[in-house]
């Protein structure tokens, strides 16, 4: 299965739902367990863990086809790893949930049927990934600053991946070694240890980011591809050369404004929401 956003998450009320979207079908398939816990409201991950393993058990005894239907894919877990969950595209989670009472059954259903096809609209129409994107940060409460730099921040770091993509840079690993590259130069930290300062796991790094951070981050990746394109590089090696020097460029200028300011650039700051649980394998 050839998978897009492959970490991807989408929220149904306050409770995160795993998915991953298979492109040569055009389905998003998500997380079963995390779609049991929506439906019976229960915070505690085991126990709709052990809700879906009687259900299903109950399912597969009564000759049920919607059991066979769940596919077991690899998601990502609370320890940040891939792991193998149980999950079903739209069609075989709207026949399993007739099987759970419960008063959210109505609501997921018309969730799921807005969610399971937004990737197909957002495949001929792109600004509505780019509004779905900034109603989300407006919901979790973002202000129009942090969100119009959020944005411009996308924008630069498509640029540079498009530019990665163009000169022989393909694997996903290899972006990740060029992204690694490029924070450790600017921010003093691997994008591990800069998630660990701001206790996050699974949650994406940028979306968790102060204003500053998204600046300086924007700013060594413009600088990335601006030194690349005027050197022509192509594949790994030759490309964590700008990586290192766009990097350091945005060094400079974080340690010169934080010492005319006083003030740390680099911030153990997040936006998690208070209370809130993930319910993940």
Known sequence: MKRNNQNSLTIFETYKIRRI??????????????????????????LARNYWKVLKNRLKKEGSETVTKCNRL?????????????AADVETLLRLIQS?????????????????????????DPEKALNRSRDYWQKMGRSQKWIQQRMMGQETRNKLTDYWKNHEVNKQDEYTILTNIIHQEWSDLSVKEHKGLKKLKTENLRDH??????????????????????????????NKVPAKKGGRIAKN??????????????????FKLPVQKRFYL
């Open 21 to 46: 979207y298979d492109e040569r079908k055009e389905i998003w398939y998500f997380s079963v367990i995390d779609i049991i816990a929506a439906l019976t409201e229960q915070k505690n991950f085991q």
């Open 74 to 86: 690899k998601m990502i877990a609370g320890d940040g790893k891939l792991r193998l969950t149980d």
């Open 100 to 124: 759970v009472p419960s008063k959210k059954a109505e609501p997921i259903k018309l969730w799921l049927a807005r969610v399971g096809y937004e990737r197909m609209q957002e495949m001929t």
């Open 209 to 238: 980011m102060t204003d500053a951070e998204l600046i300086f981050t924007a700013l060594a990746e413009l600088s990335t591809r601006q030194i690349s394109e005027m050197m022509q590089t192509k594949g790994l090696e030759e």
């Open 253 to 270: 200028a974080r340690l010169e404004l934080e010492q005319k300011t006083g003030k740390k650039i680099v911030s153990g700051e997040n």
